[in-house]
């Protein structure tokens, strides 16, 4: 059996080596095998070069195994020197957040010379498991307790039955989500649960983070600090390069920028243009923002980060509605400001956590609400249709109004979410438009109890007009990526706003020194008259060859609907084809709407042209997906 794992996990011996040490180890009992992996992780761990030499002697001394043995590991020892405990910072993001917090975890450890890796779930072998000593989990949660597209291998692996025995494996795990679904942070959940069922030892408590997640990740990853340092893990003596050379299979990134998340860029506006009629009913807007002299570059695939503010009609209802002037000084994470501002640029106000329909319930004494409150579909639908004011309009009773006359502003604010920014796809090219970024921005709106409401980013964005400046940064997205070699063919699928970063990819490849490959665009939205985006951009892609195809899916053009999954279908065969000729296929829009009938389109296609059972054809989408030939950008 020791033998048998051996040949897996040999990529550093040669094949002499392994033979040798197989021969060794065919007599060792579990006893002696666990002797001798402490003490080999012992003179590694202090790069004792003597100890190595003289590693003969040491054992013959304690009489723990036989010649042969110790003459297969006095070579094979030399072949190999890692530190003890390092630590591997495993991330699944689908918004970038969970990959920011691991790349700060991995530049704190670099900083105190405890060896880390990071390493992306999308390009991590879960197999490789069994390899890990110490891991630290990052990882969101998507959608109704889904994982993100990154973690979804990964997850399945250690949710799977053929999940390994991990009783070598220290781990803890910070969980990301939004407690506004009923699934909190369900896969984080989900990997603490599983990696503790596979006999790995818990180091630290799991933390779940809600969407103001700062406070909470810097103290896990103080925590994880503390702990790595208390440990004596420091390697300033092993060569850092030689060992993650050894393991092919990690990716380390240590790329930063100046301006990010948390230090944004103070951005221009140079143009709000509206691009749909006046006869849409979803407006939809191009903006265009001077990034300056800032540096900040981008790829199409990349997406742009935007902190809104909040509506000011917003903030005097809520105002308004406890009689405050606006001018009390609260505290915040930001310092001390006045109610004014933080209502204004500090606190959400469209976006309802749980926790404040539970307080205001309690407040207000208010028996319907603190029913819905237990009902975790009834909460879902109240939060689906409120916004702050919405919510506190429920007071308006002389009974209720009068349970509220002793809440302070602090109390108050203390309630409520921290503002969180929101991510657009990118929709142009920095070889088209140089030091601008542009954006395709969807105005989201809603009847909320008889009021019109908007959304907080998209209406701020929609109401801005040129001269004005806006908080942003740039959150890379290397799962949606033009191929390396322009020439490959791509699929591009998208719906509404969809439609933005493949704007970008055509700029792109308009652009490109070397001859760009066939594209073809599967685009849909409501009607052709009102919601064809970039209309004019897109025949004259045509025309100059930069765009080889596009089919588009007006829905209510026609008495029956029709989407972009049915002329996907309509096409099968040329779709394969283009498969089959290696072209890479993009996907962006909303997840439900869009992203699952597609993707079950997409199995179809496989499997009726491939001939296929649907379990292999899924299979085969998954194998594109690995091969960066499927990469998804949904919302």
Known sequence: MLANLLQEFAAPLTKEQVTKVKDALGDLSLEQVNWLSGYLAGVAATGAAAGIKDIRSVIESNGAISQTTTNALAQSASSEAASAKIATILYGSQTGNARGIAEQVYQSLQTENVEAELVDMAEFNPKHLKKLQRVFLVVSTHGEGEPPDDAIELHEFVTGKKAPKLDHLEFSVLALGDSSYEFFCQTGKDFDLAFERAGATRLLERVDCDVDYQQLSESWRDELLALAKSSGESNSNVDSASQVAQKPHLSVVTKSTEFNKFNPLLAEVVDVVTITSNQSTKKTYHIEIDLGDSGVTYLPGDALGVWPLNRSELVEEVLNHFAWSGEEVISTPKGDVSLRSG????????????????????????????????????????????????????????????????????EFVEQLRAITPRLYSIASSQKEVDEEVHLTVGLVSADHNGIERSGAASDYLSQLESGEEVRVYIEPNKHFKLPADPAQPIIMIGAGTGIAPFRGFIQEREHSESPAGESWLFFGNQHFADDFLYQLEWQGYLKSGALSKIDLAFSRDQQEKVYVQHKLRSHAQEVYQWIQNGAHIYLCGDKDRLGKSVEQTLIEIISEQGLLTEEQAKQELLNLKKLGRYQKDVY
Request: aromatic share 4%; proline share 6%.
């Open 343 to 410: 209502l204004t640029e500090v606190y959400e106000l469209t976006q309802v956590p749980p926790s404040f329909v539970k307080w205001l319930a309690e407040k207000i004494n208010d028996e319907n609400l603190v029913a819905m409150t237990q009902s975790a579909s009834e909460l879902k639908e109240l939060l689906a249709v409120s916004q702050i004011p919405d919510l506190l309009r429920r007071s308006d009773s002389a009974e209720h109004r009068h349970s509220l006359l002793t809440v302070q502003p602090q």
